[in-house]
């Protein structure tokens, strides 16, 4: 997606709202084509409704804030090395794992016991939330150039506060994106699938988590 951006061609100060833009920048183009075969492939598998697939795209939204605030803060207190270290492989790896872990959980979930089955919603609903934070927490660590920017900047600041604040309104910025409508569509679209075919359900259910141990696993070896 690109290489990191050399620092000294950034202003040395930059305004939040000139970040926040720049995240728009990702949220609105690189991040749907990045992030869709992940999310996309989860939302399908999972088949729940479109509130649901909502919340999940909000969950996966708060990943990426928590993420991007988290990388402002130590490029703004341990400067450039970062962007080193996630150019150098490090971010795919994480990327990989998580997709891996999503993967596993939808085929957990698809070998429920009778007694696992009637759980409470509130359960199987709060077990359920991991795998699009944890997606959308290790799909912020993708090199491209706008998370370059983010980090010289934060790097300039040279101040852990600024490093986050300028982290979450990058994260905010990238948190607009289609996803929020694409995602709800794919729903609807499993829903289509589904209905009045209740055996597709689990070959949907464990296609879709052979994707992403597939994807995961991809990005694993690209990390190596």
């Avoid at 479109?50 to 990388?71: C, K, N, P, W």
């Avoid at 948190?175 to 609807?188: R, S």
């Avoid at 829903?191 to 464990?206: G, H, Q």
Wanted: hydrophobic share 55%; aromatic share 6%.
């Amino acid at each position: 997606m690109g290489d990191f951006l050399d620092p000294a061609l950034l202003p040395q100060q930059t305004t939040l709202f000139a970040v926040w833009l720049l995240g728009v920048s990702l949220g609105l183009t690189a991040c749907t084509a990045t992030c869709l075969p992940f999310m996309g492939t989860w939302v399908l598998g999972r088949g729940g409704t479109q509130l649901e697939a909502l919340r999940d795209t909000m969950l996966f939204a708060s990943g990426r804030i928590v993420a991007y605030a988290m990388l402002g803060a130590l490029a703004g207190g341990a400067g450039m090395w970062l962007a080193s270290m996630l150019n150098g492989g490090t971010g795919n790896i994480v990327i990989g794992l998580a997709s891996i872990a999503a993967g596993v959980w939808l085929l957990r979930s698809g070998r429920l016991s009778p007694m696992e089955a009637h759980k409470p919603c509130s359960v199987m609903r709060k077990a359920g939330s991991t795998p699009p934070l944890l997606l959308g927490f290790s799909l912020s660590l993708t090199p491209c150039a706008p998370l370059a920017s983010l980090l010289a900047v934060c790097a300039a600041a040279g101040s852990i506060g600024s490093g986050m604040a300028n982290g979450v309104a990058f994260g905010l910025g990238a948190a607009l994106t289609p996803l929020l409508v694409l995602l709800p569509l794919i729903c609807v679209f499993g829903a289509k699938l589904r209905e009045n075919r209740d055996w597709l359900t689990r070959w949907i259910r464990w296609g879709a988590a052979a994707v992403l141990v597939l994807l995961g696993l991809r990005r694993v070896l690209l990390g190596l």
